[in-house]
């Protein structure tokens, strides 16, 4: 299997056992995460058009979206760049959510020792 004909399928786990409920993608050992993900997001509308039976079907917009792999951005971007799109992403820049996640694995840590 080459890259050129695999396709990435995202997954969820199954079961309500408390388990994540983050997607995944299963990675051939052959192959390699993809860089960019373009997913269409289907949303129906208020309208209908006849099915081939006369029945009314609802009519979807389909809408393009892409994905980029942040780990791929993180490597080639300048840093400013990098937070930048982190912001834009509604996320804080790298440093202060560093510092923010050297704070919270503190506060556990204390929480445990006590």
């Known amino acids: 299997m080459t890259q050129k ?3 990435p399928e995202i997954m969820y786990e199954e079961g309500s056992d408390g388990a ?8 051939p050992t052959e192959e390699v995460m993809p860089k960019l993900l373009f997913i269409f997001e289907s949303r129906q509308t208020a309208e209908t058009e006849p099915g081939p ?5 609802p009519i979807f917009e389909w809408d ?4 980029a792999d942040m780990a791929i951005l993180k490597e080639t971007l300048r840093p400013e760049l990098y937070d930048e799109v982190r912001v834009s992403l509604g996320l804080q820049p790298l440093a202060e959510a560093a510092e923010a996640g050297h704070h919270i694995t503190q506060n556990v840590r204390t929480t445990l020792e006590d």
């Open 64 to 67: 393009l979206h892409q994905y």
């Open 53 to 57: 039976s006369g029945e009314e079907l």
């Open 20 to 27: 994540s409920n983050l997607p995944f993608i299963q990675v």
């Open 5 to 7: 004909n695999w396709v």
